[in-house]
């Protein structure tokens, strides 16, 4: 990095001597070449260093201390956003005004001071610009005589969390711990595998999908046979911890690009683990147990790492609009609707699907406002009891073990879920498409019999095992029937091009009428010279 002579040999000899006044040093050289290297060798004094660093108010010290955290040098537009600006000024107004004497900004303290100046480095990403110590004024302070932190009663201790506990009203209406993702997880497991549309879950289905490629549990939409078996077999608590573990490791689950009504676009890509890591050693600090304002913790965040998930300060190359009105969310003045956002879902999205916190609202149905961190393991166990009906209808309590109800939607049509319960119905057609996949009725009869509440009913055992004997020996249908007046009238109608339409004969002048034709078979009577009606015109005549 620059030295100090460097650092101050692009300043006129104004900007010099204001130097000089504020350390409180003689500037007698007459011109700007001479007065820098006459002021630099004043100003590397470590006593006077000492004396100058001392005088600085908090933030001006927070300032300097986080350019000596940071090997001396710090993004500009980071530094600025933190520490404030500097105040464009010629020569003229500078000096007329004098506006060194009432800085703005502890960023401008410090660069009237020598302290602070700005110069563009080389990067990975090009060259950009930096705020920066002076190498020589960074060595002196490294060398630990001078300290530049602040004061202790303006400096949080090592380790605290960010924000501040939740006020009553901003915990006024909590929502308990959820671990409703193990039970989206089973749906949509048991949807893919019967090559079924899954329904709607609790948490958005692309979601729950996405949690369980990053668990290995799904390779595109294919359920993998052995990791579901593995996964099934684990207790609640224990399945929730393998999908956190997953979903903290991947580089591939994007919450950013999961940001309700945000809509992403282009080829620019983000670090989603590495953000994911930054703000889950933030929450670690937060006491468990006790509720947090998020939106406190949120607002901390902004002050102190506002560039947490763009290490290069970057706000403008990433393309995110906001759906409801299309407007594209750039620069720092964005960060509320993307960045803000983002710390909001982590903890009210995974970090409560996954069990790991509480909520609360200071409203009912509101937006989270609080947070309190609990034990994963702390989740309910399994265990409830279903009950079957007589005529096929199963009810599954949320709690009942996962994979007795995986197994079980896979012999069933699936009907609307009431609240904690799933509702399915045993039929042929939900018989036939499991017997397909290799499942069998004396396993479902297993299954119902080891996790129901009371004993199945007999007569739906008996329909069951009689159907796996003999298949379906009943059928009820809806078939468009055409009767005639006479025989001799089917007779010749059977004759024409319209015969191949005819099917099942159900009488000597009634006849069924194959799907989709009954307009054809019309034609072919008014033909043959006759004028026949359908039964829907005769309902609506009979309505007018």
């Known amino acids: 990095m620059p030295d100090l002579v460097q650092s101050l040999q692009n300043h006129d000899l104004g900007h010099l001597r204001i130097v000089a006044e504020l350390w409180g040093v003689d500037l007698t050289s007459p011109d700007a070449g001479a007065a820098v290297k006459e002021l630099a060798g004043a100003l590397l004094d470590p006593g006077l260093v000492r004396e100058v660093v001392e005088s600085f108010p908090p933030k001006a010290r927070a300032a300097l201390e986080a350019l000596k955290d940071e090997g001396g040098k710090i993004l500009w537009t980071q530094f600025a956003r933190r520490f404030g600006e500097i105040r ?6 500078r000096d007329r005004e004098q506006i060194y004497r009432q800085p703005v900004s502890a960023a401008e303290m410090l660069y009237y001071r020598a302290f602070l100046a700005r110069a563009f480095f080389d990067t990975p990403s090009g060259a950009q610009e930096f705020a920066y110590l002076p190498e020589d004024l960074l060595n002196l302070i490294n060398r630990g005589e001078i300290n530049a932190s602040p004061s202790a009663s303006h400096s949080p201790e090592a380790g605290e969390p960010l924000g501040r506990p939740a006020l009553p009203k901003e915990r006024q209406h909590p929502i ?17 595998r019967m090559e079924i549309a899954p329904p709607l879950t609790t948490i958005p289905v692309d979601i729950v999908a996405a949690f369980l490629r990053v668990t290995g549990l799904l390779t595109g939409q294919t359920p993998q046979a052995e990791a579901v078996r593995r996964f099934f077999e684990l207790p609640r608590p224990q399945a929730l911890t393998m999908l956190a573990e997953a979903w903290q490791a991947s580089k591939t689950f994007n919450e950013l690009r999961m940001l309700p009504g945000l809509v992403c676009e282009g080829e620019w890509a983000n670090h989603p683990e590495v953000t994911r890591a930054f703000a889950l050693d933030l929450l670690a600090k937060v006491p468990p147990g006790k509720w947090w304002s998020l939106t406190a913790f949120v607002r901390e965040i902004k002050e102190k790492y506002p560039d947490f998930q763009r290490p290069a300060g970057d706000y403008d190359s990433w393309f995110i609009r906001r759906a409801a009105d299309g407007a594209y969310l750039r620069g720092f003045a964005a960060w509320e609707d993307v960045d803000g956002a983002l710390v909001r879902y982590l903890v009210s999205g995974p970090l409560f699907w996954l069990g790991m916190v509480e909520l609360a609202s200071a409203e009912d149905a509101g937006p989270v406002t609080a947070f309190k961190r609990v034990d994963a393991g702390s989740v309910k166990k399994e265990g409830a009891k279903l009950t079957v009906t007589s005529s096929g209808g199963i009810s599954v309590p949320r709690l009942v073990p996962r994979p007795a109800r995986y197994q079980i939607a896979r012999f069933c049509e699936w009907e609307d879920e009431k609240l904690d319960e799933y509702r399915y119905r045993v039929t042929t057609d939900s018989l036939k498409r499991a017997i397909q996949q290799g499942l069998k009725v004396s396993q479902l009869l297993t299954l119902l019999a080891r996790n129901a509440a009371a004993d ?28 005639v007046s006479r025989p001799e009238v089917l007779a010749e109608l059977r004759k024409s091009k319209a015969g191949r339409f005819l099917g099942e004969a159900l009488g000597p002048a009634a006849v069924i009428v194959k799907p989709g034709a009954q307009a054809k078979i019309l034609a072919a009577l008014t033909e043959m010279g006759l004028l026949a009606e359908s039964a829907a015109e005769s309902e609506s005549d009979k309505q007018t």
Not at 176 to 181: E, I, V
Not at 459 to 483: D, I, M, N, P, S
């Open 456 to 483: 199945i009913p007999p007569a739906f055992v008996k329909a069951l095992k009689r159907w796996e004997l003999h298949g379906t020996e009943a059928r009820v249908e809806t078939q468009t029937v055409l009767r």
């Open 176 to 192: 308990s711990t959820c671990d409703r993702l193990l039970d989206d997880a089973t749906t949509l497991l048991a949807a893919l």
């Open 88 to 93: 464009e000024a010629g020569p003229g107004r």
